[in-house]
């Protein structure tokens, strides 16, 4: 068959051509109704296939006039078409005159059968289909029709050009992050600002890049745009508890190396969490892999608040900026390690002087009214591994003492081939930083260490300045360390600060620690015992255990001398169990003497209190007898911090049957309503308030609303301090019960208790 093609698509003209001559027909082209007509007029054909839309003249105006021309209006004549197939097009199509109306892509054969059954029937006698026999509404019909199809190539057209629209941003996005990676050296940076980037030049509607160590999740979340920081935290959190392997589109994209399209968030089943996506006005995603070297190691993750907005174009323009990205990181990766080699002692891996300083910088810069130390600390004799055992055993050496030293300060750095400074922040007095320093030399020095078989100890001096008395910038700081450490290697002490004065009060501090540490060991504390006495006989109803120590070199110290110093060191926990036990014992003994039955007072420091086990410590070392008989005394300011802390452990004391009374009271500031919370079973008033009872009617006054406010809460008041007989008896006349003080007697060693309680005499005797 001779058959003539019209399309006004030239590529659409190509195929059918070659399809239709590949079956051996012949084929003659147009590319409008127009041309094709005038085609008509000069050659003779077997048929007519047609698109629909075509410039000029389209399809069915085409069939139409075809029809009305007595030459050629019995033409078999189909129409092909892609996008006109509604049926309204079809009925159309058939009023016009088609005799066939074929959707695209249809197999050759069926036009071709399509254009023989109508030659065929135009045979048989078949009339043609009268197209002008009611002209009106065909027209009425085709305009319709071709409205409709305008308005949908227009709707068309401003999808494209919303397309087209997009593609162009996502070359600005493009160009704009190549000149961003030129710019930056940092990845931090390069990453918020591609984000950026998305959202403000290519108006996605989020995106957030991370990264995943060895490719495998959990991804961290380095940087995002277009959403609330909660977004990505919620979502990082999510992230984290990714279990490697798992199915899910991310997964896929870390295992493959391949982007992940879900170009329909609600309808995809692969997309986990659709409702927080839906919710934060993602409609599409795409996952895009960062690649170094092949590896996966973090992802790209663009969203789009358009349904199907990832096609191959946009995709692949996508992937291209993705790899940018990777191809940046990679280099900063490589810059990285190359600063980071000029800012770390190769060797140890620890920061540099150059680092350090930056690091101190920084320290200066942040503390509030602490001392910043710098502590230079050298090894003693290094120089002689080296000449001994070689230079390897002595890098082994160095590379084990920076190990122990990362330990007490992460931040340690190397400055010289034995020389490591550590930076002390936060501590409030040169006696704290001595005392690290004994714990540095303590337990980095103390073991030997282990060099190919031989086991090698070390020793070590420290020089150190401290900010702000030595400098408040780090170079005088590392100076004057350094300084100070020259005088270390020459000096008794192995720490030695810059300041003089600050050796002289840290050296007195930590010389009395190693002496109390000492006393422990020896056993050289002992407990004096003051009276209390009834008003009522002025017998001794009780006494306190006050400790002492029996200094071999200055004979017996007062506790305000020793208590603070082993409440700093934390020695107080065992010294005051000892008091306790101590004073249980001389009670044993005394009652054993034959003595009357008493009840003894132990002091209870706060750092005691804080102790988890503090309640198991007493339950131990009383008996249901001797529970009866002891008493903790606790300072009211002790008790009123973690009030409610404090009342639920005094509970549990005073279940075993030990008294407790709040020692120092009026010093405190406690709230009454506290006060008729606590579980206590006595006020202990403190000694100013005595003194001043008797110097003002105001003093007065308060040592008597203080004991008529005991009693109402039912507690014992015992006065401290009694010195003479007139307090003694304006006490008596507040009804106090108990008194304590010089008057009757002054702390006396446990023997001389004994002797009082035989004679059972009142005192002062
Ligand atoms: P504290 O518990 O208030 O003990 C009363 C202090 O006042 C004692 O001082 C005592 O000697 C002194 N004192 C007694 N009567 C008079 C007086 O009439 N006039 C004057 N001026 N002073 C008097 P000491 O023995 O020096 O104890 C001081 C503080 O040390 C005690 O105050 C107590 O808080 C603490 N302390 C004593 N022994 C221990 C203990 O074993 N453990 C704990 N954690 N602290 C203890
Ligand atoms: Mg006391
Ligand atoms: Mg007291």
């Known amino acids: ?59 069915y105006r085409f069939c139409m006039e075809l029809r009305q021309r007595p030459d050629i209006g019995h033409l078999p004549f189909v129409l092909y078409t892609s996008t006109y197939n509604s049926p309204g097009d079809r009925k ?111 108006h996605f509607s989020k995106a957030w890049i991370g990264l995943a160590e060895e490719g495998i999740a959990p991804v961290r979340i380095l940087a995002w745009a277009g959403a609330p920081d909660a977004f990505f935290e919620d979502l990082q959190q999510r992230l984290s508890t990714h279990v490697p392997g798992s199915p899910g589109l991310l997964a896929k994209t870390l295992r493959s190396g391949q982007p992940s399209i879900a170009n329909d968030i609600a309808n995809d089943p692969a997309v986990r969490e659709k409702a927080k996506l839906l919710d934060s006005g993602s409609l599409s995603f795409a996952l895009f892999p960062l690649l170094i070297g092949g590896k996966t190691v973090g992802i790209l993750s663009i969203h789009s608040s358009r349904v199907g907005f990832f096609d191959d174009e946009e995709t692949r323009l996508l992937l291209g900026l993705a790899n940018d990205i990777s191809f940046a990181l990679d280099h900063l990766l490589k810059a990285d390690r190359i600063s980071y080699l000029t800012s770390h002692d190769p060797l140890t891996t620890m920061p540099n002087r150059v680092l350090a300083a930056e690091l101190l910088t920084q320290h200066l810069a942040d503390r509030d009214d602490k001392l910043v130390c710098v502590a230079m600390v050298d090894l003693v004799r290094f120089r002689r591994i080296n000449e001994t055992l070689g230079r390897h055993a002595g890098d082994d050496l160095l590379q084990q003492v920076a190990e122990r030293l990362r330990v007490v300060d992460p931040l340690a750095a190397r400055f010289d081939a034995d020389q490591f400074v550590l930076q002390l922040v936060g501590r409030r007095s040169p006696v704290e930083l001595a005392r690290d320093f004994e714990r540095i030399a303590h337990s980095c020095f103390d073991r030997p260490f282990a060099i190919g078989h031989d086991e090698v100890r070390m020793g070590c001096r420290i020089g150190a300045s401290v900010s702000p008395d030595d400098g408040d910038d780090a170079e005088t700081l590392f100076r004057n360390a350094e300084s100070a450490l020259r005088r270390a290697r020459t000096a008794v002490e192995a720490f030695v600060f810059y300041a003089p004065d600050m050796n002289a009060s840290a050296n007195e501090a930590l010389a009395i620690e190693s002496k109390l540490r000492r006393a422990i060991e020896r056993q050289e504390f002992v407990l004096h015992y003051q009276p209390k006495v009834r008003f009522s006989d002025r017998r001794i109803c009780g006494v306190e255990a006050l400790i002492r120590w029996q200094d071999p070199d200055g004979g017996l110290v007062p506790p305000m001398r020793f208590i603070p110093v082993l409440e700093e060191t934390g020695l107080i926990g065992a010294v005051g169990r000892w008091a306790l036990m101590k004073a249980l014992q001389d009670l044993a003994s005394w009652t054993s003497s034959g003595a009357e039955a008493i009840r003894v007072a132990v002091n209870v420091s706060p750092l005691q209190l804080n102790q988890a086990n503090f309640t198991a410590q007493v339950a ?58 606590l579980p206590i079973t006595s006020l202990k008033i403190d000694r100013a308030f005595v003194a001043g009872m008797t110097a003002s009617p105001e003093g007065y006054v308060l040592v008597s609303s203080i004991i008529a406010l005991a009693h109402a809460l039912k507690l014992k008041v015992v006065a401290e301090g009694v010195e003479t007989e007139e307090q003694a008896n304006l006490l008596k006349l507040l009804s106090c019960d108990e008194a304590q003080g010089y008057l009757f007697s002054r702390p006396v060693p446990a023997a001389q208790i004994q002797e009082l309680l035989l004679s059972a005499a009142p005192l002062p005797r």
Not at 4 to 29: F, P, S, T, Y
Request: with cysteine; hydrophobic share 45%.
């Open 620 to 677: 131990e070392l009383v008996t249901g007898e001797s529970a009866d008989a002891l008493e903790l005394e606790i300072t009211e300011s002790v008790i009123m911090q973690e009030v409610d802390r404090k009342i639920t452990m005094l509970r549990e004391i005073r279940a075993l049957g030990v008294s407790i009374a709040v020692d120092d009271f009026g010093t405190g500031y406690s709230s009454l309503a506290y006060i008729a919370k």
């Open 1 to 59: 068959m001779k058959l003539l093609i019209a399309d006004d698509v030239d590529l659409n003209l190509k195929l059918l051509r070659a399809q239709l001559e590949g079956l051996g027909h012949e084929v003659v082209q147009a590319a409008d109704g127009v041309e094709a007509l005038a085609i008509l007029e000069r050659e003779r054909v077997d048929g007519v296939v047609s698109d629909i839309l075509m410039p000029r003249m389209d399809g």
């Open 92 to 202: 159309l199509a058939e009023s016009v005159g088609a005799d066939a109306f074929i959707a695209k892509p249809a197999p050759t054969d069926r036009i071709i059968s399509a254009l023989l059954a109508a030659a065929e029937s135009r045979l048989t006698g078949s009339p043609v289909v009268s197209a002008i026999s009611e002209p009106a509404p065909i027209m009425k019909q085709y305009n319709e029709v071709l409205v409709r199809k305008l308005e949908e190539k227009g709707l068309e057209l401003a999808r494209t050009h919303e397309g087209l629209v997009q593609i162009n941003r996502v070359y600005a996005v493009l160009s704009e992050i190549n000149s961003l990676i030129v710019r930056v050296d940092d990845c931090g940076e390069l990453f918020q600002q591609a984000c950026r980037i998305l959202i403000g030049t290519g």
